[in-house]
């Protein structure tokens, strides 16, 4: 059973620093990965979509990368602003078609002023 | 472009009411439709998943349902919420560039 875990749980920085966020998988079969910004009360807003067969995929100032044969996935955040602050979730899915997505419990982010 | 509308975005319900949450996507045919539940403090759970009218496939047992009665419509009920069913619901689909999830319904079971 694919299971999907995200580090740091919370993390707290003040503005204008660059921050990473980690995603492991035990599934190393994926099919694609994605990460998805939620604020509070509000539904999920997908940021990067990264297929198996690349590498990393960027956004602005977001870059995810995927190294699929360790299981492993990071987001990058430069230049870190208030407006970040949100919810981080990573999600897999297996194959393509119907597959469901697995998440991760989310890396909840604050950067203050 | 594809949209996907959910509603209503809160709901206060008492328990052993029934309960009906409506999902619809525009913009895309035939599309695989998704709920999932988030729980306070949990991580998002898959409840029903479809890929056509018609075709409805639970992951986990519990008291909801779900119904796909026209192509881009999904519905999540219930005949008698219980406390357990509180939670934030979202619909989804998944097009080429992902999952795309509807804003969400706030259930509170009273």
């Known amino acids: 059973k694919q299971e999907v875990t995200q580090i740091p749980a919370a993390l707290s920085v003040p503005e204008g620093e660059n921050l990473v966020l980690n995603c492991s998988f035990t599934d190393s079969a994926i099919y694609n990965l994605q990460w998805f910004r939620q604020d509070p009360g509000k539904g999920l807003t997908s940021l990067l979509l990264i297929q198996s067969s690349q590498r990393e995929q960027t956004s602005g100032r977001l870059n995810a990368s995927l190294d699929k044969s360790s299981g492993r996935s990071t987001l990058y955040i430069a230049a870190s602003q208030p407006g970040d602050s949100a919810t981080y979730l990573c999600a897999v899915a297996l194959f393509s078609g119907y597959s469901t997505l697995t998440f991760g419990k989310g890396t909840m982010l604050l950067v203050s002023p | 472009s594809q949209t996907i509308h959910q509603w209503p975005a809160t709901l206060v319900q008492p328990v052993g009411s029934p309960l009906s949450l409506e999902c619809t996507v525009e913009g895309t045919s035939n599309p695989n439709l998704y709920w999932y539940r988030q729980a306070a403090g949990r991580g998002l759970q898959l409840l029903f998943y479809?890929?056509?009218?018609?075709?409805i496939s639970s992951e986990v047992p519990q008291n909801l349902s779900a119904s796909r009665p026209q192509d881009r419509q999904f519905i999540l009920s219930s005949k008698k919420l219980l406390l357990s069913d509180s939670g934030f619901y979202l619909c989804?689909?998944?097009?080429?560039?992902?999952?795309?999830f509807g804003s969400g319904t706030r259930l509170t079971v009273v």
């Open positions: 479809s890929v056509g009218i018609g075709q």
């Open positions: 989804a689909w998944r097009g080429g560039y992902g999952y795309t």
